[in-house]
């Protein structure tokens, strides 16, 4: 009976899981492996060893498994899958589960897939970029990437972000996107407000009118105390709203102006001096008798 001992296959010098086999065996080429085999290819050491679908035939870019199996360690290998395979929902979702921009490669189809593009921006904002339009119009994908990244913002279609409501939604979400508005919605009091009550820091890309606004340098100041540097000046001096800042946070203390001199009651005239004692008064009586008594004294002293 032929005793069997333990072979490893070999690709391109990666070295594979072992099988066990009667002789070792070794292939320059995954075609030539057997179909368990490939399932059980160990991609990972594949990738270190420099192996890329990029460098695989048409065969193996066209086969499901491999493919597959590539997509999972590597989800950009979905750029190197032939065609079919890339309009293959399996696959497609597979390679966007590990990397969101996976989706650049898709077909048009699946990029309009809804499970396919919200897992592709859960995994990274950046795939909202490869979506078709009306995903980078709706408000829930915009939140899904908002929350990953202020950037995302940039990716939303003008309709989305022209909707008076749903602006205001995205500021409370990610208040930093008031960087990215037009001047004219960065001197809307309400919009900046929704977004220095998500991020105080925000007031900086607002307007110098919103910098004087109360209400709105009260949210930001509540929200993040070192958002006083960006206030103005005169609401710098305000005793309340530095203590709010200060609050929030200790140093915010140096962004606070010069306190205003606290007011002085200075008589408008000098008072009259005090007049001296009438004769009659019990003031008068009381001195002299003061006086004679100093004088008995001193005659006294004298004898």
């Known amino acids: 009976m032929q005793s069997q001992s333990c072979c490893c296959w070999m690709v391109d010098g990666a070295l594979l899981l072992p099988f066990w086999r009667v002789q070792k065996r070794s292939t320059n080429s995954i075609d030539e492996l057997p ?23 048409q065969a193996v870019r066209n086969d499901p498994d491999i493919v597959r ?6 989800g950009m290998e979905l750029e ?12 497609v979702l597979e390679a966007v589960l590990q990397e969101g921009e996976a989706l650049k490669f898709a077909t048009d189809e699946l990029q309009d897939d809804e499970p396919i593009v919200f ?27 908002l929350q990953q990244s202020p950037g995302a913002f940039r990716l939303l279609e003008k309709p989305l972000v022209g909707q008076r409501s749903t602006l205001l939604q995205l500021m409370e ?6 960087e990215l ?19 105080g820091a925000a007031l900086r890309h607002g307007s110098a009118r919103t910098w ?22 005169e609401l710098r001096q305000d005793r309340t709203i530095v203590l709010m800042a200060v609050r929030q946070n200790g140093l915010a203390l140096k962004f606070a102006g010069p306190e205003p001199p606290a007011a002085v009651d200075t ?12 004769a009659d008064s019990p003031h008068a009586s009381n001195l002299h008798s003061q006086e004679r008594a100093v004088g008995e004294t001193a005659a006294a002293a004298a004898a």
């Open 35 to 57: 179909r368990r085999v490939k399932r059980a290819l160990d991609f990972p050491k594949l990738f270190s060893a420099g192996w890329s679908l990029a460098s695989a035939s």
């Open 69 to 74: 199996f590539a997509v999972r360690c590597r």
């Open 80 to 91: 190197f899958a032939s065609k079919a395979l890339q309009g293959d929902k399996v696959i």
């Open 119 to 145: 897992a592709a921006v859960e995994q990274h904002w950046r795939a909202l970029a490869f979506a078709t339009p009306r995903w980078r119009q709706s408000s829930e994908i915009a939140r899904v990437a």
């Open 173 to 178: 979400l990610d208040g930093r996107c008031l």
């Open 181 to 199: 508005l037009d001047d004219d919605l960065k001197d809307d009091l309400e919009v900046v407000k929704a977004a220095v009550t998500q991020c």
């Open 212 to 233: 004087r606004n109360c209400d709105v340098v009260i949210a930001a100041v509540s929200q993040d105390g070192l958002a006083l540097e960006f206030v103005d000046p």
């Open 267 to 278: 008589p408008t005239s000098v008072p009259p001096a005090p007049s001296p004692p009438s």
